[in-house]
């Protein structure tokens, strides 16, 4: 059992940037992936970015392609989400979540997702 926790949400002005981190702690394997997604008021959670916590491949979102940056400290066992050029539509709940053996196609989608932590909320303003 993997147990993840999510921290450095907060309110942001458009065109800022935020670092989200995730703790992961218990049993991680090195076909975990780490997943970050998001959730606004009465919306579906999306899919931000993913890793693997071996290798160099990384996942993206076409709509934070560019802008975001999912990274990995194997020691710490933490992933981190650099958000830069936040925009209005970027303010959600941001989750992280692990799920294991994902492919490159099923890592895309919540379901497919075991462990998940509290969430942190991204406010972006105007």
């Known amino acids: 059992q993997v147990q993840v926790a999510e921290s450095g949400g907060g309110l942001v002005q458009a065109g800022g940037s935020l670092r989200l981190s995730c703790a992961a702690s218990?049993?991680?394997?090195?076909?975990?992936?780490m997943g970050w997604f998001r959730q606004a008021p009465g919306k579906e959670r999306d899919f931000v970015a993913a890793?693997?916590?071996?290798?160099?491949?990384?996942y993206y979102a076409d709509s934070v392609k560019g802008r975001f940056t999912i990274s990995r400290d194997n020691a710490k066992t933490t992933v981190y989400l650099q958000m830069n050029s936040l925009k209005l539509e970027d303010t959600a709940v941001y989750y992280c979540?692990?799920?294991?053996?994902?492919?490159?196609?099923?890592?895309?989608?919540?379901?497919?997702?075991?462990?998940w932590g509290q969430g942190t909320q991204v406010t972006v303003s105007s």
């Open positions: 218990g049993r991680t394997f090195s076909t975990h992936v």
């Open positions: 979540a692990a799920g294991l053996g994902l492919s490159v196609v099923s890592l895309r989608s919540s379901r497919n997702y075991d462990n």
């Open positions: 890793i693997r916590w071996s290798g160099s491949s990384t």
